[in-house]
């Protein structure tokens, strides 16, 4: 398997409590390491275009305010078969479905505040790398 890169965001719920560096840890020790960081606050038309793909769920106002209640921390998480291995990190999107050990399981405290985000595949994560990085912003 090749290395993989793969888009992570911290989401404010976390950033609130003060969690960046505990779900950080939980990638490192996973075998991924942080080749890009920047914590940022969205802007609402920035939220509305990253999650354009769920514009027509019921949950897409609610997701947007969600995600411009204050800072995010996003990343490049890079090392071997990443987009999967983040997601297995992070666990079910409903916490109350995640796995023991996962970051959504031990810190998410709802389906909607649910700690991180990763991207669901290759193709996904490249453009929202490119959403959020320039290719000289991550340094492997
Ligand atoms: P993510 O994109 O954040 O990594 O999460 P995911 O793939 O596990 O979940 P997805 O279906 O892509 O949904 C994106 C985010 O929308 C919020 N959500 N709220 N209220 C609800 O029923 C609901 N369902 C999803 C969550 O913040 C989810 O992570
Ligand atoms: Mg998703």
Do not use: C, W
């Not at 290395?3 to 969690?19: C, F, H, W, Y």
């Not at 983040?86 to 031990?106: H, Q, S, W």
């Amino acid at each position: 398997m090749a290395t993989e890169r793969t888009l992570s965001i911290i989401k404010p719920d976390a950033t609130r409590r003060n969690l960046t560096g505990k779900i950080v840890a939980r990638f490192e020790e996973a075998g991924l390491r942080v080749v890009a960081s920047r914590r940022i606050q969205l802007s609402e038309a920035q939220a509305k275009a990253f999650y354009a793909v769920h514009a027509e769920r019921p949950f897409y106002n609610d997701l947007v305010k969600f995600m411009i209640s204050g800072p995010v921390v996003v990343q490049v998480l890079e090392g071997e078969n990443a987009v999967a291995k983040n997601r297995e990190v992070m666990g079910a999107t409903n916490p109350a479905n995640a796995a023991a050990g996962t970051i959504r399981k031990d810190f998410a405290e709802s389906i909607e505040a649910n700690s991180v985000h990763g991207s669901d595949s290759a193709e996904n994560a490249a453009n929202e790398i490119k959403f959020f990085f320039s290719d000289l912003e991550i340094v492997g």
